[in-house]
C-alpha cells in the first residue's frame, strides 16, 4: 500500500501481481473537484508510462519486456464514474500466449501428466513484471517446485539426494505425456533402471558425487567410442569430455538424448553460426540440420565435415550444368574451392557470398585481372608474381629477408583465398586452422590448451606472417609476452598492441595481470620470484633448476595445461613450484 497526499486527502493506491490479485483492480479515490479530470492512462494511453508513478518491481536482473516498455501489452484502463477500472487484456493463459506463441493451451492443459499447478494461471510459477529468477520464475529451483512438493515427498521418490538439484533436467514444467512428467521417452538406461550408482555415488550430506569425471565415465560404457574418437578432427566437447553439453545424461525427448533437435542445439556454443542462419541469404540445409555436413563427434577432415567441401556441395547443385560453369569463368567443379567464396551457413548478400573480406577484382566483376579468359587459365601461373603486381609494398618487405616459408615458395594461396573469404584479409579459414595446415605439431591435443589470444587474434597476434626475424615472431623474448600482459596506466578507452591490434581496454586489462619490478625480473608467481634471467647462487640453493628463466621456462602458449598454459614436464605432467622447488 502506498499513500500520498494532495489536497488534504488521501489517495489510496493498490499494488498488484498478476495472478495473484483478482483480474480487474479499482483503483478508488475521493470524489473531490480536482480529481475529477481523467486519469493519464485513460488521456494518452499509448504515452502514459504506469512507473512514472508506481513502483511496480523490485530491482531485479530480468525484467519482462512489455513491462519495461508499454504496460498496455496486458493491461486496460476503462472510467466508471469516479473510477478507474484496471483490468487483464485478456484471462489467462491467452494473455500470456498472444506473444509465447511457441508454447500451446493444450500443453497445459489436456496432456496425461499435465502439470496441475499450471492449470490457467501462468503466474502460479512466473512473476509477470521481474524477477530475480531465470524465465521470470518467482522462485529458483528447486525453491520453487519444493513450494508445493515437500521435501520428504520428492526425496523419497528419488534413490539419491536431489534436493540441490535442478528439477527441469528430468522433468517438464508445464506438463508431459509420459509418465513422471519426464521431459521424454527416451531414458538413458542407468536412470531407467533406477541404478543411479552406476554413474554418481553419495557424497557428505546432499552432495551426489560423480563416479568419474568427464568423458571417462561416458567412456566407461561406450568404450568404442572412445577408441573411434581419438583421431582425425575431434569436437571441441568431446575433447574437453563435455559430453553433457549436447546429451541429457538422464531423459529426453530427441533420439540419443540430445538436448535439442537441428542447429538449435549447436548454436548454444556456435553462436556466430547461429547468426547466419537468421541472415539474409540464409543457407537451407545449414537452417534444417548441420548434420547435413557435419559429423558431430569425429571426422577425418577439418570442420567435421562428412565429406570434401565440393562433394557436400555437390549433392545439391550440379556443378556439370552449362549454367553453373558460365557463372564461374568455366571453371570445373572438382577444381572449385566452394567455401573460398561463399559462406556455407548464410550471409547478407546476395549468392552467399562472403562477407568477412573481398579481393577488389573479384567483387568488381574484374575477372581478366587475374584469368586469361577462363578459370583454369591464371597470369604469370598463379605465381607471387601476379599478387606483386598489385601488392608492391609487400615485394619490398620480402626482400628484407627471413620470409614465410609458405611465401618464399610463392603461393600465396596457400594462406590467401583469391577471391572471398569469410575471414579478414582474405585468409582461407580462421588463422588458427590456416596455420595448423602447415604446422600441425603446434596445435594443441586433447587435455591441452592454447593461448586464449589465438582466439581471439589469431597466430598473427604473436606471429608475423610473411617475414620477420626469430621464428617470425613481433618482439623478441619476453618482451613478446610483457607487451600484453605487464599492466600499464591507461585511460583510453582502446589499447594498441604491437601498433596493429586494437582491442577494449577493459578486455585488455583482463590479460595485463602482471606488476614486475622496474627492470621486469621479478614479483611472478609470487613476490620476489625472478622471472627473467640467470638466478643467484642464493636462488639456485632453493631450486633444482639450472639455466636462464623466461616465461617459457613453465608456460607453454601453444600446447599448454589449464589456464595457466603450464609447459609440460619431462614426466608427462605440468610443471608447477614443485618441479623445481623439491620439498
Not at 553439453?245 to 548454436?267: D, E
Not at 556454443?269 to 537451407?284: E, F, R, Y
Not at 587475374?370 to 604469370?380: D, F, N, P, W
Request: hydrophobic share 30%.
Amino acid at each position: 500500500m502506498r499513500t500520498g497526499e494532495k489536497g488534504g486527502r488521501t489517495l489510496a493506491v493498490r499494488r498488484w501481481l498478476l495472478g495473484i490479485f483478482p483480474q480487474v483492480l479499482l483503483l478508488t479515490s475521493v470524489a473531490l473537484p480536482v480529481l475529477a479530470k481523467q486519469h493519464p492512462s485513460l488521456v494518452n494511453p499509448e504515452t502514459t508510462r504506469c512507473s512514472t508513478c508506481h513502483q511496480l518491481f523490485p530491482p531485479s536482473s530480468q525484467t519482462h519486456p512489455p513491462a519495461e516498455k508499454n504496460c498496455l501489452t496486458c493491461h486496460r484502463f476503462t472510467k466508471e464514474g469516479e473510477k478507474t477500472q484496471v483490468a487483464l487484456a485478456a484471462s489467462q493463459p491467452d494473455l500470456c500466449l498472444s506473444c509465447h506463441k511457441g508454447l500451446s493451451k493444450p500443453a497445459s492443459l489436456t496432456l496425461t501428466g499435465a502439470h496441475p499447478p499450471v492449470g490457467d494461471q501462468c503466474t502460479s510459477c512466473h512473476e509477470p513484471h521481474a524477477s530475480t529468477e531465470k524465465h521470470l520464475l518467482s522462485q529458483g529451483p528447486p525453491k520453487l517446485c519444493l513450494s508445493c512438493h515437500g521435501e520428504n515427498d520428492v526425496q523419497d521418490k528419488h534413490p539419491l539426494p536431489v534436493l540441490a538439484s535442478s528439477c527441469v533436467g528430468c522433468h517438464a514444467p508445464h506438463g508431459s505425456d509420459v509418465k513422471g512428467m519426464l521431459l521424454g521417452q527416451v531414458l538413458h538406461p542407468p536412470f531407467a533402471e533406477k541404478t543411479c550408482q552406476a554413474c554418481h555415488r553419495k557424497g557428505l550430506g546432499s552432495k551426489v558425487l560423480m563416479q568419474k569425471t568427464g568423458a571417462a565415465l561416458c567412456f566407461a560404457c561406450h568404450s568404442q567410442q572412445e577408441k573411434t574418437w581419438s583421431s582425425g578432427t575431434v569436437h571441441g566437447a568431446v575433447q574437453k569430455g563435455q559430453c553433457t553439453a549436447c546429451h541429457n545424461p538422464h531423459v529426453s525427448p530427441q533420439p540419443h538424448l540430445v538436448r535439442a533437435t537441428g542447429p538449435a542445439l549447436c548454436v548454444g556454443c556456435h553462436q556466430d553460426v547461429g547468426k547466419k542462419l537468421q541472415a539474409k541469404t540464409p543457407h537451407p540445409p545449414a537452417q534444417e540440420d548441420c548434420l547435413t555436413c557435419h559429423q558431430p563427434h569425429q571426422a577425418d577432415r577439418s570442420g567435421l565435415l562428412q565429406a570434401p567441401v565440393n562433394e557436400l556441395c555437390g549433392n545439391c547443385h550440379d556443378v556439370s550444368d552449362k549454367g553453373f560453369a558460365a557463372k564461374h569463368l568455366q571453371a570445373k567443379g572438382d577444381k572449385l574451392a566452394c567455401v573460398g567464396c561463399h559462406d556455407p551457413h548464410g550471409s547478407q548478400g546476395a549468392h552467399l557470398l562472403a562477407e568477412g573480406s573481398s579481393h577488389p577484382p573479384f567483387a568488381e566483376g574484374s575477372c581478366d585481372a587475374c584469368h586469361e579468359g577462363s578459370a583454369q587459365k591464371v597470369m604469370e601461373g598463379g605465381s607471387r608474381k601476379l599478387c606483386f603486381a598489385c601488392h608492391s609494398d609487400m615485394e619490398e618487405n620480402l626482400a628484407k629477408g627471413d620470409v614465410h616459408g609458405a611465401v618464399e615458395a610463392g603461393e600465396c594461396v596457400a594462406c590467401h583465398s583469391p577471391h572471398a573469404s569469410r575471414q579478414s584479409s582474405l585468409l582461407k579459414a580462421t588463422p588458427a586452422s590456416v596455420c595448423g595446415e602447415c604446422h600441425p605439431d603446434q596445435l594443441p591435443g586433447p587435455g591441452e590448451t592454447a593461448h586464449g589470444v589465438i582466439k581471439v587474434l589469431g597466430c598473427q597476434a604473436c606471429h608475423q606472417p610473411h617475414q620477420g626475424k626469430d621464428k617470425l615472431l613481433r618482439k623478441a623474448g619476453p618482451e613478446l609476452c610483457t607487451a600484453c600482459h605487464v599492466a600499464k596506466a591507461t585511460s583510453e578507452p582502446q589499447v594498441t598492441l604491437f601498433g596493429k591490434f586494437t582491442v577494449p581496454r577493459e578486455q585488455w586489462s583482463q590479460w595485463a595481470r602482471l606488476r614486475l619490478t622496474p627492470d621486469g625480473t621479478r614479483n611472478h608467481p609470487v613476490t620476489g620470484h625472478r622471472v627473467l634471467g640467470t638466478p643467484t647462487v642464493a636462488e639456485r640453493n632453493k631450486s633444482s633448476f639450472t639455466g636462464e628463466l623466461s616465461c617459457l621456462t613453465c608456460h607453454d602458449p601453444h600446447k599448454g595445461q589449464g589456464r595457466a598454459l603450464a609447459r609440460q614436464g619431462q614426466d608427462g605432467k605440468p610443471v608447477t613450484c614443485e618441479t623445481c622447488h623439491v620439498k
